[in-house]
């Protein structure tokens, strides 16, 4: 039997507790009257045959059961002997009296001190079966650390971080584990394998190249048509910003590099006060989407410079978004490309809103056209570039 890798084993304990949990929790306080949630370890009482349902925050089952056990919670106990199965979901999860059935257990810490007359399946963190506890057939399940001073009467098949054995399997021991287990002499009757994880392959060279190819197709056709619809619906806002990068770049670098700095400073200072987070949240909001637009104001911009001439906006941000999408995904050029494409693009965003700011403007009443600082050797209203 192949036992699932350990990369798997906290996924399959999480799993087990929902499913648990869900089985348990929804009957849980019809089927028991006593076992409301309380703040102290407190015993319930069941009604002496037939499956019980428990439910809360510490349970203790104090009474025998004749029947099966189904009890969720953050602390159980079962002190009590079972005739039945025990069916558990906990953080800690404590089992002293005897079943007569199998145990089904999921929790973050289980110790078993009981006799388990038939099988356990349990996942958890960390599982403890005492020289007082024991299973009468198998073991199977899945945990970062194992200690097993009792006795199994059969196989034990799980996944481990660490293993420890000092008591007795009656038959075969098989464990999935990147260490060697910490066996007692004689202390398994059986055979002992050790199942390795399967080392991660590096993909070849040729796959590497396959997997960069595909990933620059996909991003080709995704963000043309990103920059196709940019170019035909927003011209005149992208040719007003790159206006901004073409006489002073270094203007708009530096802005951009001081406010990725600042604003997420402020952002964080926001966050700290009350009655900032709001704000701060619609900060980091009109952030991203700031951010996020730097990719087709640098494409437009590579096609300005390309173009010259009065191409169509659609041809400029498309051809320059093909440039800089294949820039992006060159090895070591795309972190340079990157922060450059960020920092300026963040940098004549916020000098264009700055010049377009309310307080600014001259009323037309006095006779004097406002002045707009296009940054370039034409008016805003004449694409040329």
Partial sequence: MRLPSPTRRAFSALLAVCILVLATGSGAFAASPDSSPQSAPFAV??????PQFYSGVNIDVQDDVSGDVYVSGQSVTISGNVTGDVIAAAQTISITGNVDGNVRLAGQDVTISGEVARSGTIFAATLTITDAGSFGDDL???AGDISIS??????VEVGVGNLTISGTVGGNLTYNSDQEANIAADAVSGNVERIAPEPEQEPSAGEKFVGWLLGLLYSLVALSLITVLAGWLFPRLLHRVT???LPRPWQALLVGFVASIAVPLV????????????LALAVLLVWITLTLATFVFGAY?????????????????LVGGLILIVALHIPWLNIVVWLAMVFLGLGAQLLAIYDRRPWRRVPSAAGIEPRTDSGGDQPPAVDSN
């Fill in 45 to 50: 009482v069941n009604d002496g045959s037939g």
């Fill in 243 to 245: 206006d901004r990068l």
């Fill in 301 to 317: 911009l590579i096609g300005r410079l390309i173009f010259r001439g009065n191409q169509h906006p659609v041809i400029k941000a």
């Fill in 150 to 155: 009792g006795a199994i009467g059969r196989d």
């Fill in 267 to 278: 952002m964080l200072l926001l966050l700290a006060t009350v009655i900032g987070a709001p």
């Fill in 140 to 142: 199977v399940g899945a």
